[in-house]
């Protein structure tokens, strides 16, 4: 399994990014995906999952409203739709899949990841 990220880059605050992420595997539909982002001396938080069905969606909550996860099993991808970024949400993103069915915050669930992609918002 190989997940690659992509689509990040510099945005201005209140501009919008959207990052895809391909899946390489027969049972990309099977799983949950998830969004992660560490920024500069912190730790790697959740930002959204989408279980196998895309209407099963979660998010943290500084980026309710803000931030849509979806994902297109035809081409074994999943997109995180970003607007009216801030300067807070400057982090390299990270995706991964979860070995279940349902979306998860939970990162220990998560055992497969890309390799990230920056996001840089300036003010």
């Known amino acids: 399994v190989q997940l690659q990220a992509s689509g990040g880059g510099l945005a201005q605050a209140g501009g919008s990014l959207k990052l895809s992420c391909v899946y390489s595997?027969?049972?990309?539909?099977?799983?949950?995906v998830g969004w992660f982002r560490q920024a500069p001396g912190k730790e790697r938080e959740f930002v959204a999952g989408?279980?196998?069905?895309?209407?099963?969606?979660q998010y943290i909550d500084s980026v309710k409203g803000r931030f849509a996860i979806s994902r297109d099993n035809a081409k074994d991808t999943v997109y995180l739709q970003m607007s009216n970024l801030q300067p807070e949400d400057t982090a390299i993103y990270y995706c991964?899949?979860?070995?279940?069915?349902?979306?998860?915050?939970?990162?220990?669930?998560?055992?497969?990841w890309g390799q990230g992609t920056l996001v840089t918002v300036s003010s």
């Open positions: 991964a899949r979860a070995r279940r069915t349902t979306a998860t915050v939970r990162k220990e669930l998560y055992d497969s």
């Open positions: 989408v279980g196998k069905s895309s209407l099963d969606t």
């Open positions: 595997g027969r049972t990309f539909s099977s799983y949950a």
